[in-house]
């Protein structure tokens, strides 16, 4: 896969005596506390390293104050790291001039926050082209784009109306079709949907997975909510004090925990959601040496289904499972026995 963003050894210190504070947090290990006491400075971001692939919806999670939103804001500097390094398509940012910096917010990355920020005196539709007015583009063409990134979040209808006129999910759909008009190549979305009610946030969530494939935007993903970062990322970064845990696929780290932390915030997670088939089958050479050859009728899967989605045809067809690639090229069978198995150590381990 093709790296798009990658975070080196990403540190930020707020505080007077940043600089002083890395280097003795860095030599002597002292803790989050003690450079408070001693340094009077504060570790936002702590040693961070990831890459985020071209495409990849990546979802960053933590509780309040572990510094997922604070990382994300280094990526287009609005925020400045203390040490480390952040490149996007193997350039480095922090080597970016005024007008390099200005070309990559402006054209490059589109930002998405809890805070829908739409300007109360403009229409839908003057708010969604503001990116393009600020790059100089015309009117016509602005509002042409606009319209159709308008049909996209399925606001249709509601281009003339005002802030004040719409719900909270339809304001954050602007503020989604807003970042979406520049036509970026990246998006950056902090907790863009947490602040709605949970029916709301789920048929956004629903709504941005379907774009996200139609779109294909490079995503860095901002959440507290395991529910949300599982149903909307392809990989999950697990943030704790300002640094990375554990990073994994949904299915990854709710299987394997790094840590007990990590276990604590993936109990409420069911397997059924997020074990695949893959994870579960076993050869088709190994089933048919102890059963013999498969019959015709089979039922036949994507080697990504999970857990609930297979339990499901299982009893339906009351037979084994063949399990394909993306190629539809067969590459494994799972068995009922497999199935139970899989639900029995997911009971075990919670």
Request: hydrophobic share 40%.
């Amino acid at each position: 896969m093709e790296t798009a963003i990658q975070i080196q050894n990403v540190w930020k210190i707020f505080g007077n005596n940043s600089k002083e504070a890395l280097d003795v947090i860095q030599n002597k290990n002292i803790s989050k506390q003690e450079a408070l006491e001693k340094y009077n400075s504060v570790i936002g971001v702590s040693d961070v390293s990831f890459d985020v692939n071209k495409g990849e919806i990546f979802c960053v999670m933590g509780l309040s104050g572990s510094g997922k939103s604070t990382l994300v804001r280094h990526i287009n500097r609005l925020l400045e790291p203390t040490s480390g390094k952040i490149l996007i398509n193997d350039q480095d940012v922090m080597q970016f001039d005024k007008d390099s910096l200005q070309e990559l917010r402006n054209k490059k990355i589109g930002m998405v926050f809890q805070n829908f920020a739409l300007m109360p005196h403009r229409s839908v539709l003057d708010n969604i082209a503001m990116p393009l007015e600020i790059r100089g583009v015309s009117k016509n063409d602005r509002l042409d784009a606009a319209n159709k990134i308008l049909n996209i979040v399925e606001l249709q209808g509601w281009g003339n109306k005002y802030a004040h006129e719409l719900s909270g999910g339809m304001q954050q759909r602007v503020g989604l079709a807003r970042a979406l008009a520049a036509d970026p190549e990246f998006l950056l979305m902090d907790e863009p949907f947490s602040a709605l009610d949970p029916l709301i946030r789920r048929q956004l969530q629903s709504e941005f997975i379907k774009l996200s494939k139609q779109m294909k935007k490079t995503t860095v993903f901002i959440t507290h909510d395991l529910d949300e970062a599982v149903r909307v990322g392809h990989r999950i970064a697990i943030m704790r004090d300002g640094a990375v845990v554990q990073i994994g696929t949904p299915e990854e780290i709710v299987v394997n925990p790094a840590d007990e932390y990590v276990a604590d915030f993936v109990k409420g997670i069911s397997r059924l959601k997020v074990v695949q088939a893959k994870t579960i089958m076993q050869s088709l050479k190994d089933y048919e040496k102890k059963f013999g050859p498969l019959a015709n009728d089979t039922e036949i899967v994507s080697e990504n289904a999970v857990l609930s989605k297979l339990i499901e045809t299982s009893i339906s067809k009351d037979k084994p499972i063949v399990v394909s690639d993306k190629n539809n090229q067969k590459i494994g069978i799972i068995s009922q026995s497999d199935l139970l198995k899989a639900v029995v150590e997911g009971n075990e381990n919670e």
